[in-house]
């Protein structure tokens, strides 16, 4: 199913919590909703599920207008946080429950919990109680529970945040592989880039209410509009140095150094910032800038090394030829990708 | 050496028995003699309280009480009263529970107004509703009277004794009760109804399939505890037939019949007598309450 949403507003007494939203999610994809805690990303997700009514703007679910319409009558499945399992029914009631509420008959319904549970991969654990399942099996059976009513949309509220590190790993595979078997247009919430990154077709980047950025994962990564969206994705995090354009170069503010850059659309005299990922550097005679090598450490399979470029410091990852040592002056080159200019004030990109 | 470290042990395990020691004293004294005098007593043929002499040692006290038709009478009495008051006041508190769980502005008032009989003072309270029972001009007739129901002789006549004390038994135990049901809706994750809410349940799918068994474990813990403190049922009669177990000695309950037996007739052994039988009838009636119990558990 497709979903529109058209100029979706959402104000709690004075405070908006979600800025005129408009923008649709295709059918049949997965999208994350990302952004840090408090931007506004569950409070979006709770208006689609319908749990929380919109102050201004429509929603709609292919050709319906549904903004006005209750949560059972959407036909969503929703996976909560903390998966609100009931704890006193059996993992089989719990995935049964949806159906109950329909009076759908009771052999039909244990037949088509018993499918669901095959395909979460939970058909052995029927008989017991939420509490004898560890967290990702009671995340298997929430979502489970919130798909055997067929829904046309599944919303999952921060799915993995209460999963230990390597379940989170497994959980999201999962939640990939589930959305495909069954096609079902799905959208989760997240504070967490890399989740996002890995198993979403689109993401939507939030910050304090307003849509930042919609777009592909890695199109967010190699081509953000904006500042706060450049910062967000990535680690380590983008280098963002302060300045000026003058004689046609990056200035830093306070005159230390300056860089050699494609200006874009960026004028003498503006105050930009430049954003350089760590992988968008690299050494070669024509150089860009030159900086002092502060510091080099080994981090696993890489290499990174602090510069020192003026009075700012670069993170960067070093190539495995590099072979200059702490204090030395060395020339460095910008690559093509990973190199933003962006406006100082408003934040946009150059 | 070795002695050392005896005396060692001895003195560790020896010091917290000091720091108890008052507190056990207590008990022993208060409690535990007084327990262990009864159930001595009960078998006690002709005992004399100001001397402690006895005639032999038997079964007579409790051939006494069993034969006693208004032992029998308050053994029937006090279970009339058990079976009635106790679920209709758990239902009614179950139903109050709920309405004081929601969210509605105001709510701080209900819940000062719900639970004022709790600290008021239940003779003032009895007399209170000695009035209201009136049968002339009790404001309880006059209600019923809207509806073309009554009148009633609630206080003066005998047969309507019982239907008063049970009125007045439920309307007690509804404060407590409801404290302790709220306080178990309150643990319940209000996301089980959420997420109830989405797929489509009804206010009553809900309440029957997530309030209901979720609250089990309190609803039980109510029950247990409104049964043994109905078994007791004593002190509300006093109020309300002028200190009479009904207004023609037709209402007694055990307790009442304990009571009677021991300040009134000085009769120790059977009061101790009777006051067993209680004890084990209670006992035995709160073990079955648990076991049954133990099936509502969802935990």
Partial sequence: MKIKLEGVTKRFDDVVAVNDFSLEFEEGTLTALLGPSGCGKSTMLNMLSGILPVTEGKIYFDNDDVTDMPPQKRGVGLVFQNYALYPHM???????????????????????????????????YLDRKPKELSGGQQQRVAIARALIKNPRLLLLDEPLSNLDARLR????????????????????VTHDQEEAMSISDKIVLMKDGYLMQVDRPQALYDEPQKLFVANFLGNPPINNLEGKIKDGKFVLADDSASVKVDLKSAVEGEEVVLGIRAESVGVDDDADFEAIIKE?????????????????????????????????????????????????KSGERK | MSAK?????????????LYLLPFIFGIVVFTLYPVINVVLISFKEGYRLLTGAFDSIGVENYL??????????????????????????????????????QKIRGIAIFHTAYFLPLVTSATAVGLVWKLMFNGQFGVINYLLGIFNIGPFEWITDPRMNIYTLI??????????????????????DPLYYTAAKVDG????????????????????????????????????????????????????????YIYEKFYVD??????????????????VFTMIQLQIQKRWKYY
């Avoid at chain 2, 006041?89 to 004081?100: E, V």
């Fill in chain 1, 90 to 124: 059996s993992v089989l009631d719990n995935i049964c429950f949806p159906l109950e509420i329909q009076k759908v008959p009771k052999a039909e319904r244990i037949e088509k919990a018993k499918e669901m549970a095959r395909l979460v991969k939970i058909e052995q």
């Fill in chain 1, 169 to 188: 790993l497994e959980m999201r595979e999962e939640i990939r592989r589930i959305q495909q078997e069954t096609k079902v247009t799905t959208i989760f």
């Fill in chain 1, 296 to 344: 080099r450490f080994t981090m696993g399979k890489e290499e990174l090394a602090i510069l020192k470029l003026g009075n700012s410091e670069l993170r960067i990852y070093l190539s495995s030829d590099f072979t200059h040592k702490p204090g030395e002056k060395v020339g460095f080159k910008l690559k093509n990708k990973g190199v933003f200019l962006f406006d100082k």
């Fill in chain 2, 5 to 17: 470290t005896k005396s060692g042990t001895f003195n560790r395990s020896f010091e917290p028995w």
């Fill in chain 2, 64 to 101: 006494k009480v069993i034969s006693d038709p208004y032992f029998i009478n308050g053994i029937k009495n006090t279970a009339i009263y058990v079976i009635t008051v106790v679920p209709i006041a758990t239902a009614i508190s179950l139903f109050f529970a709920n309405l004081l769980n």
């Fill in chain 2, 167 to 188: 009125i007045y038994g439920i309307w007690n135990m509804i404060p407590f009760t409801t404290i302790l049901l709220l306080s178990g809706l309150q643990n319940i």
């Fill in chain 2, 201 to 256: 349940a009804s206010s009553s799918k809900m309440f029957f399939r997530i309030t209901v068994p979720l609250l089990a474990p309190t609803i039980g813990l109510t029950c247990v505890v409104n049964t043994i403190s109905a078994s007791k049922v004593y002190g509300e009669l006093f109020p309300l037939f002028n200190g009479r177990p009904g207004i023609a000695r037709n209402l007694y309950t055990v307790v009442f």
């Fill in chain 2, 266 to 283: 000085w009769d120790l052994g059977s009061a101790a007598a009777a006051s067993i039988i209680l004890f084990l009838i209670i006992f």
